[in-house]
Each structure stands twice: as structure tokens, then as C-alpha cells.
Nanobody, 122 residues
Framework: QVQLVESGGGLVQAGGSLRLSCAAS????????MGWFRQAPGKEREFVSA????????YYARSVKGRFTISIDNAKNTVYLQMNSLKPEDTGVYYC???????????????WGQGTQVTVSS
């Protein structure tokens, strides 16, 4: 089993920055790829970014590319999402997810965190 706990969400003005963290625990966590998804009010959950366990492969949604950076600290079993130049449309609940293979599709992920709220005011 893998347990995921997100943190770092909050309220920020447009143009500001936040860094989300996702701490993973569980004896089988090694070699899991990690992803970030978000869900805005009234909308379906969507892919944001993903990273392989080694950190050598990263993927971004077109809407966040150039503004968000995903990284992983294997020693801490933690994945980060640095979000810069935030826009009101980035508002939503951000979830981290884990799976054996890196993917951009929600249904591919087996484990999910509870989510952290990000609100960007205009």
C-alpha cells in the first residue's frame, strides 16, 4: 500500500507562486511514478504534471508548461510541484497520485492523496 499526503495549498494573488508537496509512505513505494491532477469547481479532474521515479522524465499539461515545475526527492519520498505565474484558472483542488508507470491519464493511477486547495485571486 502507498499513502499520499499533499500540502502547500493556499490562497495567492494572480502572478504569485506556491509549492505543493506530496509525501508518500508505504513499504512498496520505491520505483513509483508520481503525478499531479487538479479539479476546478464544476469540472472534471484533469492532468497537470507527472514525473518518473528517477526524475529523468517529466510531463506537463499545455496549460501549465513553462509555469509549473515538477520534481522528486527520492530520499524523502516526496514529489513537489512548483507553481509560478499563477492564474485564476489554476484554482482547484490539487491531487497527487502514484503508479508503477508514469502516465498522464487519471485511470492509470492506483493511489491518490486527499487533495489540497489552491485558490488564485484576480
Amino acid at each position: 500500500q502507498v499513502q499520499l499526503v499533499e500540502s502547500g495549498g493556499g490562497l495567492v494573488q494572480a502572478g504569485g507562486s506556491l509549492r505543493l508537496s506530496c509525501a508518500a509512505s508505504g513499504r512498496t513505494f520505491n520505483n513509483y511514478a508520481m503525478g499531479w491532477f487538479r479539479q476546478a469547481p464544476g469540472k472534471e479532474r484533469e492532468f497537470v504534471s507527472a514525473i518518473s521515479w528517477s526524475g529523468s522524465s517529466t510531463y506537463y499539461a499545455r496549460s501549465v508548461k513553462g509555469r509549473f515545475t515538477i520534481s522528486i526527492d527520492n530520499a524523502k519520498n516526496t514529489v513537489y510541484l512548483q507553481m509560478n505565474s499563477l492564474k485564476p484558472e489554476d484554482t482547484g483542488v490539487y491531487y497527487c497520485a502514484a503508479d508503477k508507470m508514469v502516465a498522464t491519464i487519471e485511470k492509470e493511477y492506483d493511489y491518490w492523496g486527499q487533495g489540497t486547495q489552491v485558490t488564485v485571486s484576480s
